[in-house]
């Protein structure tokens, strides 16, 4: 089982926007500076939960855009889809 660590910080001003440090955690899980990570907001649990992304490459002949527009529509007809998987 995953070792769990907690941690208490104070959240700060950072210009404009509010955050936090937590270097140590970032790194626990394999983070350096300028990997993208998912952040999903459950708001009705009051939790905020920060995912490392893989690096993949995209095959030849495969764009950037082309995944971007797929995602799209992947989230906008995502209850049809679901809805086709169970027929």
Known sequence: ???????????????????????????QIGLEAGDSVQVDVREKDGEIVIKRLNKVSLPSGISPDFLDT??????????????????
Do not use: H, P, W
Request: net charge positive; charged share 35%.
């Open 1 to 27: 089982m995953a070792k769990v660590i907690e941690m208490e910080r104070k959240v700060s001003k950072f210009g404009n926007s509010l955050g936090i440090t937590m270097t140590e955690a970032l790194k």
């Open 70 to 87: 797929l995602n799209q529509v992947i989230t906008e007809y995502d209850e049809t889809l679901r809805g086709l998987k169970d027929r």
